[in-house]
């Protein structure tokens, strides 16, 4: 089983907008609403920011949104802060198993 | 406060064995589904092992199917890795993981660290 495709790398500036894509295959991403979104900064553990598509835990701040369309599923941090300069990892269903699959991981740099 | 806390971890030969622990505190332990996840020095996340609530279920990537086992103790409140015949690409920081099914995964350890080398 292949992980999830995320861009390596994105990057914007204080108060800009961007965009985390999590590309898959109808068997995983497009099979189910079950996309979650995982902050990692460095030397920590992850941190579930979305997941079920599009629903936030209790605390995560509403910049934090997420989305879908056929195989991809998206994370769009809007307002971006410094302390959101972090890896985002998206997970789904991986086809029969019932373990996770994880994408490979993007890091975020905030200029 | 909810949490999970690793133990167990350290530098084996390949080929040895390792048995990771994780002590879970502040909710019902066996009202979950519980995972073990690991991340290589500078590679990303992947999910190895998972295991129901009464432990009547469990499932492995295909890497470690066969070397590893998962395993729990309720009345501990506690989760367990057997990790035996172990390779290099088995080195990682393992995480212990809250699992509500349909990864969705809400309470992670600090990790412990596993290295395989000879």
């Known amino acids: 089983q292949s992980a999830l495709t995320q861009p390596r790398s994105v990057s914007g500036s204080p108060g800009q907008s961007v965009a985390i894509s999590c590309t898959g295959t109808?068997?995983?991403?497009?099979?189910?609403?079950?996309v979650s979104w995982y902050q990692q900064h460095p030397g920590k553990a992850p941190k579930l920011i979305i997941f079920?598509?599009?629903k936030r835990p209790s605390g995560v701040p509403d910049r934090f949104s997420g989305s879908k369309s056929g195989n991809t599923a998206s994370l769009t941090i809007s307002g971006l802060q410094a302390e959101d300069e972090a890896d985002y990892y998206c997970?789904?269903?991986?086809?029969?198993?019932?373990?996770?699959?994880f994408g490979g991981g993007t890091k975020l740099t905030v200029l | 406060e909810v949490q999970v806390v690793e133990s167990g971890g350290g530098s084996v030969q390949p080929g040895g064995s390792l048995r990771l622990s994780c002590a879970a505190s502040g909710f019902i332990f066996s009202n979950y589904w519980m995972s073990w996840v690991r991340q290589a020095p500078g590679k990303g996340l992947e999910c190895v092992a998972i295991i129901k609530e009464d432990g009547s279920e469990k499932d492995y990537v295909g890497s470690v199917k066969g070397r590893f086992t998962i395993s729990r103790d309720n009345a501990k409140n506690s989760l367990y890795l057997q990790m035996n015949s172990l390779r290099a690409e088995d080195t990682a920081v393992y995480f212990c993981?809250?699992?509500?099914?349909?990864?969705?995964?809400?309470?992670w350890g600090q990790g412990t660290t596993v290295s395989v080398s000879s």
């Open positions: 109808s068997r995983d991403v497009g099979a189910f609403n079950y």
């Open positions: 997970c789904s269903h991986a086809g029969g198993y019932t373990l996770g699959l």
């Open positions: 079920n598509v599009i």
């Open positions: 993981v809250r699992d509500l099914g349909y990864y969705v995964m809400d309470v």
